[in-house]
């Protein structure tokens, strides 16, 4: 998958690139309805026998028009959302910068740059789809703004127990930490990247050393507690039991910064300033204070246990995806 990021003017002429079909859209997490947008590009592109594309941005428009920091953190980075697209088969991924002048841009102007200037043959979107300033162009309008120089196909809502999937309802699932449900959406495991720190090295006192975890991007991360994870060191996966808190036993919450770390099961290589990569598998408990080291000793090693008659049993489940 060749990847071209777009500022605003882009240089790009329509002879610089074949003809695609496009997938418009922000994409957070790549959840199963926007891989129903990109597949059926995909699909139409095949058919079609020209290339696939996929189109989104970056950063998330509300941070720019709202100058709201709500939705800086994000399910997928916009590396973890290229490699998801490119597991998907697709050809070309256009990362536009999304900027106030981009944002300025008329329906009519983004839909000549940014789909005809890019040699768009057919465009495909979710039924929401909105573009051009303020959100004036949607699905409706795009035939009219299409000049009669592409072709479209409108993807309706997904729906899953009820509910539409969409990034808003995955996010709070993360921050409920009802991270078992989301494969149901996301169609895989929630993860999320980070470099092994310093930490304060008390796990290896009481008999459990930590991977004390600093993440590379904003994710949006779970509630505090512990949970059940998988965790990729140096391309392979071992089993764990991640706390993410403020450790209440020793500190006062109020004056430490949340941290997120995990013990690795049968694991005892030193990974000092290794990029990790977790796979959030099921919460097992809350974050709680206790009265004495024994004590937490004694629930670390139920919660090591609970873990892994976790990870055990999924350990086969279709939606545990290790790539």
């Not at 058919?47 to 709202?66: K, Q």
């Not at 479209?152 to 078992?180: A, C, F, H, P, Y």
Request: hydrophobic share 40%; charged share 25%.
């Amino acid at each position: 998958m060749k990847i071209i990021e777009l500022k605003h003017p882009h240089s790009i002429n329509q002879q610089d690139l074949p003809p695609i079909v496009l997938a418009l859209g922000y994409f957070d997490g790549v959840h199963l309805g926007h891989q129903k947008v990109i597949k059926t590009a995909k699909a139409k592109a095949e058919e079609l026998g020209i290339n696939s594309a996929v189109m989104t941005f970056y950063p998330h428009p509300s941070v720019v028009l709202r100058k709201s920091n709500a939705h800086a953190a994000c399910i997928t980075s916009i590396k973890d959302k290229a490699e998801e697209i490119e597991k998907i088969g697709i050809d070309y991924l256009f990362i536009v910068d999304f900027t106030p002048s981009f944002a300025e841009l008329l329906p009519q102007q983004f839909v000549d740059q940014y789909i005809i200037g890019l040699h768009g043959k057919h465009v495909v979107a979710g039924f929401d789809y909105t573009y051009g300033r303020l959100g004036k162009g949607t699905m409706e309008t795009l035939p009219f703004h299409s000049r009669e120089m592409f072709t479209q196909t409108v993807v309706e809502k997904v729906v899953e127990n009820n509910e539409k999937i969409s990034s808003t309802l995955i996010r709070e699932l993360i921050l409920n930490g009802d991270i078992d449900t989301l494969p149901t959406y996301l169609g895989r495991f929630y993860k999320t990247k980070g470099i092994v720190v310093h930490g304060e090295k008390r796990g290896r006192t009481i008999g459990f050393p930590t991977a004390n975890i600093e993440h590379i991007d904003e994710y949006i991360l779970p509630s505090t507690g512990v949970y059940a994870v998988y965790i990729r060191v140096s391309g392979s996966w071992y089993k764990g039991v991640l706390n993410i808190g403020y450790k209440p036993t020793f500190h006062d919450p109020s004056t430490v910064k949340l941290s997120v770390e995990v013990h690795i099961i049968d694991f005892s290589d030193s990974i000092y300033d290794q990029e990790v990569q977790v796979m959030w598998i099921k919460r097992i408990r809350s974050e709680q204070k206790f009265n004495s080291i024994d004590e937490l000793i004694a629930q670390i090693q139920r919660d090591k246990e609970a873990a892994i008659r976790h990870l055990e049993t999924i350990k086969r489940d279709k939606n545990l995806h290790f790539v």
